[in-house]
């Protein structure tokens, strides 16, 4: 039977999406990029080549997958002609096997300005923004003043929405952040240049689309960043510009109703780049051990997309069970397992304390989720390597115990375990483990 499966990160990002989508896509005719930009940094280990992808779907390194960077992603052209290039250089066929929507929108110059302007005026209450123009590029969409590659490809209508585009923006960009005004003719020059290179990939991808839907083609959409980063649900306001829970069916233009499977994709602990609450972290001594531990068992905790350290701590349960509901997963996946190997004991955080009760219920608040003190139940770890185990029965016993503790926390089964940085080192759980 045809699927068309959602995979969705359940916590801060970097929960290891790329390297599922790439063991999934296999499975998948189809694998479509719904929302975020270059702002995401899907990692794929194969053999001893490493594969970083910011825009391009993780498909691409399956060559009988059609990959798709849908409408709800903003795309940097010039972000996305290097990475092709990159990907072409190390023998990936990338041709009529990657489509961009036409509808999706163009992360221009004046985008990355504000991006950086309006940061840089947040002073101490920073967002931690990658400074790619992704926030811009939303905020003109939603202002309906933005330029879509519909728009790019068209040499007149290109020219006269930016000219009206850049008159509206260079004023701020001037007054406001101390910017140099930007040439609309030099803009427009640079960006009918990424236009003819992109041609041959930019076209109208619904009818491709509702084409293998029609013809029970198996689909797999790829979402960027995490639920707790959602523009709604997540940690507002230290969180991403789109949504990242129920942004699949608009930004695909898939219905609802055809999205037949929600998979969910947590680490094992928890971690998060840039600033925001984040109630399990550890820091001081403990969290320097508990980095080092995962330095040196193969966890790399670098952004793929800005290289900063991220910060780590077990992992939350409460958080867990409110983004798992959330996105509606009924089964997950659970990455970096083997890194946990390292701890004689494991803490799970179950529940938060505040103001001297105990709640199960993630708070819509950042101000409120930073003042939470976490309660944490204390689990036996396994103290071994696991990375050359291939079935869920041969994990070790505490290894199992722990990830049976996850699906009761979060109502959901555990259907695949990452136990290294490999596509081959991942656990396909049987049904009847």
């Not at 233009?253 to 928890?270: Q, S």
């Not at 803490?347 to 309660?375: H, M, N, W």
Request: charge should be negative.
């Amino acid at each position: 039977m045809s699927e068309t499966l959602l995979l969705i990160g359940l916590q801060w990002g970097d929960e290891g999406k790329g390297k599922i989508i790439d063991v999934l896509s296999e499975r998948y005719d189809m694998v479509i990029r719904f929302q975020g930009g270059a702002n995401a940094g899907h990692t794929v280990q194969i053999g001893s080549e490493e594969f970083v992808l910011h825009l391009v779907p993780s498909g691409i390194l399956r060559p009988n997958t059609t990959c798709i960077v849908g409408n709800g992603v903003v795309v940097d052209p010039k972000g996305l002609l290097e990475e092709i290039s990159g990907l072409k250089q190390r023998g990936v066929h990338v041709g009529d096997n990657l489509v961009v929507s036409n509808r999706a929108h163009v992360v221009l110059p004046h985008h990355k300005l504000l991006d950086r302007g309006k940061e840089s005026a947040r002073g101490s209450s920073r967002i931690g923004t990658t400074g790619m123009g992704i926030g811009p590029c939303y905020a003109d969409k939603a202002a309906r003043c933005g330029i879509r590659f519909a728009e790019m490809m068209d040499p007149d209508q290109f020219r006269s929405r930016l000219s009206a585009l850049l008159e509206m923006q260079n004023p701020v960009l001037s007054k406001v952040y101390g910017f140099e005004p930007l040439d609309c003719d030099a803009v427009y020059e640079e960006y009918r240049g990424y236009a003819q290179q992109l041609s041959p990939f930019v076209r109208d991808s619904l009818p491709l689309v509702h084409n293998a839907l029609d013809n029970d083609k198996n689909i797999l959409l790829e979402g960027a960043q995490g639920s707790l980063l959602d523009l709604d649900f997540g940690t507002y306001p230290f969180v991403t510009s789109s949504s990242v829970i129920a942004g699949a069916s608009a930004g695909s233009g898939i219905p609802p109703t055809r999205i037949d499977r929600v998979l969910g994709l947590a680490k094992a602990y928890c971690s998060r780049v840039g600033t925001g609450p984040f109630p399990t972290e550890q820091s001081g001594q403990i969290g320097e051990r508990i980095r080092d531990t995962i330095q040196r068992a193969g966890g790399r905790e670098y952004g793929a997309t800005t290289g900063r350290q991220r910060r780590c701590g077990w992992l939350d349960g409460v958080a867990l069970r409110h983004t798992t509901r959330l996105s509606g997963a009924r089964s997950i996946a659970v990455s970096v397992l083997d890194v946990l190997g390292a701890f004689e004991t494991i803490k799970i955080c179950v529940g938060y304390r505040l103001d001297g009760s105990v709640t199960k219920s993630f708070p819509a608040s950042a101000a409120v989720l930073e003042q939470v003190e976490p309660v944490y139940e204390e689990m036996e770890g396994w103290r071994c390597e696991v990375g050359e185990i291939t079935d869920f029965a041969d994990l070790p016993r505490a290894a199992r115990d722990y990830l049976r503790r996850l699906e009761e926390i979060c109502a959901a089964r555990v259907e695949f375990v990452s136990v290294g940085p490999h596509r081959t080192q991942v656990i396909e759980r049987k049904a009847n483990d």
